[in-house]
């Protein structure tokens, strides 16, 4: 079980908005960033968001992320087939370890 | 751009070492951290540990005393050996940059950008 705690999936219809919560703790989340990874199937996870709301180069604007306390949340608006995934969140922890959530598998109806 | 490629057996013993190089090309290994990521069959990933260039290391706790992770820069190489396999091992390992800064007031900004394909490693006699 991880200690970052996301919904195991989640689902809505194409055109529709989906968030997807990561909840951890003051040693994690609380007083760090979080990111957050894209894993389609049968690939390696690709990186969405940094440093809590930054997008990479090429990661369309549909796709955002906010922290407040100890928990984060990824947003997808205009949600297309293509979406459907895995979305894991990742931080650090104050146990000098890297940290990730258990993922969250995204349907698109 | 900066590309990773882990290799490696596919196929390792209960009680021996699992041996992954990972080679970087497109660009330097120098000034940056380099992590080993695993994800089990039908799970989700575990951090293993980052090295940076300069050599200094840092694991999970939780994998800690069977973990060495080395670099080359010579070779724009870094790798992961770990010790006394069982099946609980057997995971698609990727190697990635770990993109990191620490600041005293914010935290730490960690991220894992590019990653490898990632390679299946089993663990079976």
């Known amino acids: 079980q991880s200690v970052l705690t996301q919904p195991p999936s989640v689902s809505a219809a194409p055109g529709q908005k989906v968030t997807i919560s990561c909840s951890g703790s003051s040693s994690n989340i609380g007083n760090n960033y979080v990111s957050w990874y894209q894993q389609l199937p049968g690939t390696a996870p690709k990186l969405l968001i940094y440093d809590n709301n930054k997008r990479p180069s090429g990661i369309p604007d549909r796709f955002s992320g906010s922290k407040s306390g100890t928990s984060a949340t990824l947003g997808i608006t205009g949600l297309q087939t293509g979406d459907e995934a895995d979305y894991y969140c990742g931080t650090w922890d104050s146990s000098l370890s890297g940290l990730f959530g258990g993922g969250t598998k995204l349907t698109v109806l | 751009q900066v590309q990773l490629q882990e290799s490696g057996p596919g196929l390792v013993k209960p009680s021996e070492t699992l041996s992954l190089t990972c080679t970087v090309s497109?660009?330097?290994?120098?000034?940056?951290?380099w992590s080993w990521i695993r994800q089990p069959p039908g799970k989700g990933l575990e951090w293993i540990g980052y090295i940076y260039y300069s050599g200094s290391t840092n694991y999970n706790p939780s994998l800690k005393s069977r973990v060495t992770i080395s670099v080359d820069t010579s070779k724009n190489q870094f790798s992961l050996k770990l010790s006394s396999v069982t099946a609980a091992d057997t995971a698609v390992y990727y190697c990635a940059r770990e993109l990191r800064m620490t600041t005293v007031t914010t935290g730490i900004e960690n991220w894992f950008d590019p990653w490898g394909q990632g390679t299946l490693v089993t663990v079976s006699s």
């Open positions: 497109g660009g330097s290994i120098s000034s940056y951290y």
